[in-house]
């Protein structure tokens, strides 16, 4: 259901029955992973975090480790942040 290396990968997924019947599938949330830190990211104007990831670990898809760094589960609450914590890579 969700790629490699995503944070849902390994959560596990329960059904909810609504009032109209309908069936909706869900999944858990994680606990954050806490990564040790490597450092600090000036971030530029409109600097994505996939791009960040990318560069720092070498994944676009793990924008979700730099969020568990910065205590965050939604990215774009990083979006007004001058510095970024960078996490160490294979953390």
């Avoid at 069936?23 to 104007?45: D, I, S």
């Amino acid at each position: 259901m969700f790629f490699p290396g995503s944070r849902y990968q390994k959560q596990a997924v329960y059904s909810v029955t609504l009032e109209s019947g309908a069936v909706v599938t869900a999944v858990t949330l994680p606990l954050p992973t806490n990564p040790a830190l490597r450092g600090f990211h000036r971030r530029k104007q409109s600097e994505r975090l996939d791009l960040l990831a990318n560069f720092y670990l070498g994944d676009a898809t793990a924008f979700w480790i730099i969020c568990d760094v910065n205590n965050t589960v939604v990215p774009d609450a990083l979006s007004n942040h001058p510095m970024i914590g960078v996490p160490q890579k294979g953390t």
